[in-house]
């Protein structure tokens, strides 16, 4: 990564060691900071954020998406991100900062903004922690968290209130574990990652053998491994493997109610949308993007750079690397929107060949009885 200009450093520490919810900061000084420029007052002042449609004096919005740009000319927020490219058609009574992705711009101060609140540290007297474990430098276990036998903390990791961390496990840097979270035992989780609410890292995966009229367990006894840099939505689950290791690599993002089956190898960058399920062994390849409640069926591979859009589902055949697919089972994104035309009125299609097959037999008795 290059080195940042110095006058972006010191806006950097700034906006590190100030809290915005209480500064104000001029449009000159924030377009400093995301090395943009400014269009209309650089003095004018924000100390907090709002939504463009819902924009107020002394806020910050940002317009990414054109189809909320009507909104840039009514809204009384005092700043607006915009990116390079865009030349209103009306006039603006707010102030632009221009960048080259304003939605990147938004998340670089609202990231500034987490750092700044302030971060707890120490170790909570109710707190349950092995005497065998090793807890780095500046973390923080909360209220009642539970830290087994030879589990490894990395530094400035948090635990919070109710977390269970089992033993055996290990956790990286700067971590962030959020109350009633479940780490079963030999799990591993890198650093950087954030475990949100009720996630459940490591459970048994669904194995079970068939015999006469009932199921005999299979035992679980691999683990799951997230890499650095990955964040599991609430109450998302992870099952660990029959043998070996369930894989989340690096930059993974998982929404909420999101379910990764046994044994299942998730590839770099990839981010699943709500409610999404991955059936055992699958594998899903590097920054493929998944909408809410897409099902992969087991032990097929997914490509590189595959979309699947909301609800898709598929058994692996013919998904090529780089392609969107839509519907399930699910095909291209170019024959789904042409098929969709189509299926409203496959009704009425049905009403009409039937139609046309009856006419048909009775053309044929006709030029018979002739």
């Known amino acids: 990564m290059s080195a940042l200009p110095l006058e972006t450093e010191v806006n950097l520490q700034r906006f590190k060691i100030a809290n915005i919810y209480k500064m104000e900061f001029t449009a000159q000084q924030i377009a400093s900071f995301l090395n943009g420029t400014v269009s209309g ?23 990414a998406n054109p189809k909320y740009e009507h909104h840039i000319y009514s809204t ?8 390079n490219d865009f030349t209103p058609s009306e006039p603006v009574r707010a102030t632009l900062i221009k960048v080259s992705n304003a939605y990147a711009a ?5 990231n500034m903004v987490e750092q700044a609140k302030p971060k ?19 973390c923080y276990i909360g209220n009642f968290a539970y830290v ?14 109710y977390a269970y961390v089992g033993d055996g496990v290990k956790i990286g840097d700067n971590t962030i574990v959020y109350p009633h979270v479940t780490i079963y035992e030999g799990c591993i989780v890198g650093s950087r990652c954030i475990l949100h609410a009720g996630s459940v890292i490591g459970a048994d995966g669904f194995g079970f053998a068939p015999e006469g009229e009932k199921y005999n367990k299979i035992p679980q006894l691999g ?17 660990r493997a029959v043998m070996d290791s369930t894989i989340i690599r690096r930059g993974v993002k998982l929404d909420n109610l999101v379910q ?74 170019k024959d789904f929107m042409r098929s969709s035309v189509i299926f409203p009125k496959l009704p009425e299609l049905y ?17 018979t009885n002739k």
């Open 223 to 239: 683990n799951v491994i997230l890499e650095d840099d990955v964040e599991i939505g609430a109450n998302t689950t992870i099952d």
């Open 120 to 138: 707890k540290i120490g170790v909570d007297s109710s707190a349950c922690i092995s005497a065998t474990a090793t807890v780095g430098s500046d």
């Open 148 to 161: 087994g036998e030879n589990v490894v903390i990395g530094n400035n990791s948090k635990i919070y209130p």
């Open 260 to 333: 990764i089956a046994h044994n299942v190898e998730i590839g770099e960058n990839t981010v699943m949308a709500a409610q999404v399920g991955i059936a055992g062994s699958a594998k899903v390849g590097k920054h493929c993007m998944f909408g809410g409640q897409v099902g992969i069926a087991g032990h097929i591979s997914i490509p590189d750079k595959v979309n699947f859009g909301a609800q898709a589902g598929t058994l692996g055949t013919g998904i090529k690397e780089g392609e969107t697919y839509l519907g399930s089972p699910a095909f291209p994104v």
């Open 41 to 63: 007052d650089p003095e004018v002042k924000v100390n907090n954020f709002s939504k463009i449609e819902a924009g107020k004096p002394g806020t910050l919005t940002f317009l």
């Open 106 to 110: 938004l998340a670089m101060l609202l």
């Open 351 to 367: 009403r009409t060949i039937g139609q046309m097959q009856r006419e048909i037999e009775q053309l044929k008795k006709d030029i």
């Open 76 to 83: 009384e927020a005092s700043i607006v991100l915009v990116n």
